[in-house]
């Protein structure tokens, strides 16, 4: 029989992927917000438990760091109780929960790769509230996976990659059209790993099968900063834009604080032989001709 699979936020950028790609060996189940508010905690134990799943995976979450930095109540309610629901929801019916965490749990303040048992330290309201939810998840069930993703992009919506595009395109038209537009600006630096969301459905495929529990870092191998990115994505395409760096600072005003360097070593899966991370220029490379073919 074929195991039944339920995804939370399943209508966001990770938890569309991961829809796509489970769906030809799990029965899977992708909700929303609108079917499923994970804030409301009645609400949520009971439509997991009337789902009964055998897996679900926990990739709901408000991910807009400046928002949350305005609003804290409601990121926590999200980020932090709404993932303890989703928690007691698995243990009621008996099902297996990965939870997708963040970078940002870290400060920022390394000069290398940052391993599972560095100390954590979030510097924003975003990065705080997804850390409690790590930490409510594991005590509701001690057998979860927690997987800490960073940067991700992909084929729904939110993604940086997918939004670099659409300005690229705007910039050539401008140009087309005899115009002289000014240079895309992109942070140098700000350092972190671009991680392709399919990337981590397959390591999510992995972490389920070895039946894995605790927490590990899952991002792709190796770091750059967004201009780094920017500037690769357009040669990629051939798309003649202009890009030009600036510092993180420029664009610090009114927004929340952002660690500067959040590379995530996936030490934790390596030591057991099971990452399958590829580094981040080969994931990206496939995805930009997946998307030039579609």
């Not at 084929?155 to 300005?167: A, M």
Request: proline share 4%.
């Amino acid at each position: 029989m074929t195991e039944r699979l339920l995804i939370t936020g399943g209508t966001g950028l990770l938890g569309g992927d991961l829809a796509a790609f489970f769906s030809d060996s799990y029965d899977v189940v992708a909700v929303g917000s609108a079917i499923c508010d994970i804030r409301d905690y009645d609400q949520t134990v009971a439509f997991i438990v009337s789902r009964k799943p055998d897996v679900v995976l926990h990739a709901a979450a408000w991910a807009d760091v400046n928002a949350c930095e305005d609003d804290e109540a409601r990121a926590m309610a999200i980020n932090a109780e709404g993932s303890k629901n989703v928690a007691v929801g698995c243990r009621e019916a008996g099902a297996r929960l990965v939870y997708y965490s963040t970078d940002y749990v870290f400060d920022g303040t390394k000069e290398l790769p940052y391993v599972e048992d560095d100390a954590v330290n979030p510097i924003n309201v975003y990065g705080r509230s997804k850390y409690a939810g790590e930490q409510l998840v594991c005590e509701v069930m001690s057998e979860a996976a927690i997987l800490r993703v960073a940067w991700l992009y992909g084929g729904g919506p939110g993604s940086f990659v997918k939004e670099l595009i659409r300005r690229g395109r705007e910039y050539l038209l401008k140009s087309d059209e005899g115009e002289s537009p000014a240079p895309l600006t992109m942070v140098s630096d700000q350092i972190g790993t671009p991680t392709w969301t399919m990337e981590v459905a397959r390591q999510t495929e992995v972490v389920l099968q070895k039946k894995l529990g605790g927490i590990y870092h899952c991002t792709a191998e190796g770091a750059c900063s967004r201009y780094d990115m920017a500037v690769t994505i357009f040669r990629l395409l051939g798309m003649d834009v202009a890009v030009e760096p600036c510092p993180r600072k420029k664009f610090a005003i009114n927004q929340a604080p952002r660690p500067l360097y959040t590379p995530l070593e996936n030490a934790a899966l390596k030591k057991i032989d099971s990452s399958i991370m590829r580094d981040y220029g080969s994931a990206l490379i496939e995805f930009i001709q997946q998307f030039k073919e579609s």
